[in-house]
Nanobody, 120 residues
């Protein structure tokens, strides 16, 4: 059974940093596109950052460009989100997502989320 387990969330002051981790199990990790999404109360879930399986291509939402960095360690089956210069509007539940198209079928898995709160 595929499992994605996020960690690293918490309370941080504005301007601070956090690093989120997402450990995957039961998948050939390097073949999956890994993404971070977030959802604030009363808002829809939104894409934050995405990285393809070999780590060669990344994409970021405009609101995190220059502040957040996605990376992955395929040997550890883990994807990271380094978040710098955090703002109160970054407060949300952050979710890890694994996605792959195989035999014309989309496979999509989510973690349980980790809360990030940016407040003084």
């Amino acid at each position: 059974q595929v499992q994605l387990v996020e960690s690293g969330g918490g309370l941080v002051q504005p301007g601070g940093s956090l690093t989120l981790s997402c450990a995957a199990s039961s998948i050939t990790f390097s073949r999956w596109r890994m993404s971070w999404y977030r959802q604030a109360p009363g808002k829809e879930r939104e894409l934050v950052a995405v990285m393809v399986g070999d780590g060669g291509s990344t994409n970021y939402a405009d609101f995190v460009k220059g502040r957040f960095t996605i990376s992955r360690d395929n040997a550890k089956n883990t994807v990271y989100l380094q978040m710098n210069s955090l703002k109160p509007e970054d407060t949300a539940m952050y979710y890890c997502n694994a996605q792959r198209i195989y035999s014309l079928q989309m496979y999509n898995y989510w973690g349980q989320g980790t809360q990030v709160t940016v407040s003084s």
